[in-house]
């Protein structure tokens, strides 16, 4: 009897990476397999609780970032950053992550990304009672 092929929500995370970083393809059907695939993956740093993977992550996507749509890109980011708050204690980290992608938005105009982004920054100032950090977000 021949082995049956794993499910997509089985693969490891050696898999995934493989998937999400392998194929180079633009095309529709690629880009949305690959968003899938980030999903998952991102999915599966939760469930191991490794912000740090998370986080490496979001800046190894850059190259892929730049020839997909913003609109997904924001989509993406946004998601993974929403996966390292289901991290308990990974406050410090969201609010550095955040920054990171703020300056990264910045750089590549990518002006609506970057207001959200600052948004959620200034909500962890909020959460943390660094309340001139967080006005001086708001304040821009």
Same mark, same amino acid.
């Given at each position: 009897m021949p082995a049956e092929k794993q499910p997509? /929500? #089985?693969?490891?995370?050696? %898999?995934? *990476? &493989? $998937?999400v970083f392998e194929d180079q393809s633009t095309d529709a059907e690629a880009v949305? &397999? *690959? @968003? @899938?695939?980030? !999903? &998952?993956?991102?999915?599966a740093y939760v469930k191991q609780q490794d912000a740090k993977a998370l986080t490496d992550l979001l800046a190894q996507l850059r190259p892929f970032f730049a020839v997909i749509p913003k609109a997904k890109t924001a989509k993406i980011v946004r998601n993974i950053i929403d996966q390292i708050a289901k991290i308990p204690n990974s406050t410090e980290i969201q609010v550095a992550v955040c920054k990171e992608q703020?300056?990264?938005?910045i750089a590549e105009k990518r002006?609506?990304? *970057? &207001? +959200?982004? %600052?948004? +959620? =920054?200034? /909500?962890?100032?909020?959460?943390? #009672? @660094?309340? %001139? @950090? #967080? =006005? $001086?977000?708001? !304040?821009?």
């Amino acid at each position: 009897m021949p082995a049956e092929k794993q499910p997509d /929500s #089985a693969l490891t995370v050696d %898999q995934l *990476r &493989q $998937k999400v970083f392998e194929d180079q393809s633009t095309d529709a059907e690629a880009v949305k &397999q *690959r @968003e @899938e695939a980030i !999903g &998952q993956l991102s999915d599966a740093y939760v469930k191991q609780q490794d912000a740090k993977a998370l986080t490496d992550l979001l800046a190894q996507l850059r190259p892929f970032f730049a020839v997909i749509p913003k609109a997904k890109t924001a989509k993406i980011v946004r998601n993974i950053i929403d996966q390292i708050a289901k991290i308990p204690n990974s406050t410090e980290i969201q609010v550095a992550v955040c920054k990171e992608q703020v300056d990264w938005a910045i750089a590549e105009k990518r002006t609506f990304l *970057r &207001q +959200r982004i %600052q948004l +959620r =920054l200034a /909500s962890l100032y909020l959460d943390t #009672a @660094e309340y %001139q @950090e #967080a =006005l $001086k977000i708001v !304040g821009t």
